[in-house]
């Protein structure tokens, strides 16, 4: 159930008797031969079957996110980081004004970590709002998933290969880790990972990432509950 799909009088009939919320951050930035949006489509995806499950209302995506290194790839819009922390502190301020108190943050991208720092800080004002912060490539679910089939998760690699996020054919080789000498800019970072794949398979069985897809959603799921 998302807010594009409702008006103000059915949030507020929502809001009645639950207040629970889930925020989706993306970002739109190189992936390779996947979609310049699938930090967003994934994480829409599970928030989705979530909602599906549990009727949680969604709010709307924040479609851009902090992805500096990727400026020498054209489609990559990036943040400042400065205004990703501020926007998303202010979407929750607004959220909690309205009398949602239990808010899952759906983070479908790294470069956006620096937000949950943030959050925590409006937590601590905030003494009876209640946060979770799930960023899915980075949960131990998923990384066993991958860990059962001898698999490393990578940016832009298998691990993201859903159907939704495809949006050209993908190479059947592997690709070979690059070496990375630390913090880079955005043009030495192309120069680093050429096709802005991060390393490993471009894709696998679709029976790995369904596996993938239910081990995310069991954990959401489980946060939804807020116990």
Known sequence: MRFEDLNWFDVQSYLQHDDRL??????CEQHGYLSLLTDVKISQSLADAASQRTGVLIAPPLNFGCSPYF????????LRASTLLDTVEDLT???YRHGFRRVVVLNGHGGNDGARA?????????????LAWYAWFQSHSVL??????GLKPAHASWLEAFTITRVSELPEVEKVPPHVPGLLGADEARQ???DGVFGGPYQVDEAIMQEVFAAALQDILVLLKFE
Do not use: F, K, W
């Open 22 to 27: 889930i925020l989706v951050l993306g970002s």
């Open 144 to 149: 066993e998933v991958a860990q059962q089939h």
């Open 93 to 95: 301020r607004s959220a």
């Open 118 to 130: 943030r959050l925590y800080e409006v937590a601590s004002e905030l003494h009876d709002l209640r």
């Open 192 to 194: 680093v990972y050429s």
């Open 71 to 78: 400026m020498a790839y054209p489609g990559t819009l990036s």
